[in-house]
């Protein structure tokens, strides 16, 4: 399968504790996006890299979230300190310069 | 500011029947994209169809085609001869073309009836 993959699908953590998402965009695709999906809401946009520069930030991305494409290639997100509040189902995306964006089947974060 | 509003929360449709959900957004850029995302329950976002701010023609792929009212800024997605297979959450996102960051409506619940 040569889509966008998304590791791990389901993180059940504590609160405090500290998680992180990976990220494989499709591989031709120099643009990879996080967004934020919370319960019955349209997803949210975090961040955007273009190949492994961080172009773009949303006010959503607090001090307690980093984001990282080291190599312009795969992209981890990595939250500290989790609180309830971050429980939410976390997609990443890719592109290029066509039309649209494809997306990661989203990894669930429950925060307990 | 880009904001996309879907007033209809969910929405029921017999099988075979067509059903339209509805789209209005709002921009100051002049060109932009309008896109259409099909979620189901496993959590995928799965694109079905675009519309581009200039295109004269409304967008068709398959069963789906955007009924564009540039004026109106409306982007209505149209599924036709509706399978159960169809039910899921769709939304609707637009993105100004000199712009990367999509913006997305809070989304519609379709079901499909049998």
């Known amino acids: 399968d040569t889509g966008v993959s998304q590791d791990p699908r389901h993180k059940i953590t504590k609160r405090g504790q500290n998680v992180t998402f990976r990220c494989d965009p499709i591989?031709?695709?120099?643009?990879l996006y996080w967004y934020r999906q919370t319960l019955g809401q349209g997803p949210e946009f975090l961040t955007y890299?273009?190949?492994?520069?961080?172009?773009?930030k949303s006010r959503l991305l607090s001090d307690r979230f980093s984001a990282e494409r080291p190599k312009g290639s795969f992209s981890t997100l990595e939250i500290q300190r989790t609180e309830q509040g971050d429980s939410a189902m976390y997609l990443c995306?890719?592109?290029?310069?066509?039309?649209?964006?494809?997306f990661g089947e989203g990894s669930w974060l429950t925060v307990v | 500011a880009q904001k996309i509003t879907q007033t209809q929360p969910g929405m029921f449709v017999q099988e075979k029947e067509a059903v339209t959900l509805d789209c209005t957004y709002d921009t100051s850029d002049q060109s932009y994209g309008l896109f259409w995302y099909k979620q189901p329950s496993s959590g995928e976002m799965i694109f079905l169809i675009y519309?581009?701010?200039?295109?004269?023609q409304n967008a068709t792929e398959g069963r789906y085609s955007l009924n564009f009212q540039k004026a109106r800024k409306s982007a209505n997605l149209v599924i036709s001869a509706s399978q159960l297979g169809d039910s899921a959450m769709y939304f609707c996102?637009?993105?100004?073309?000199?712009?990367?960051?999509?913006?997305f409506g809070p989304g519609t619940r379709l079901s499909v009836l049998p």
């Open positions: 519309q581009g701010s200039y295109d004269e």
């Open positions: 591989s031709e695709h120099n643009r």
């Open positions: 890299f273009q190949n492994e520069a961080q172009l773009e």
């Open positions: 995306a890719s592109d290029t310069s066509g039309n649209t964006i494809y």
């Open positions: 996102a637009m993105r100004a073309n000199y712009g990367q960051n999509f913006v």
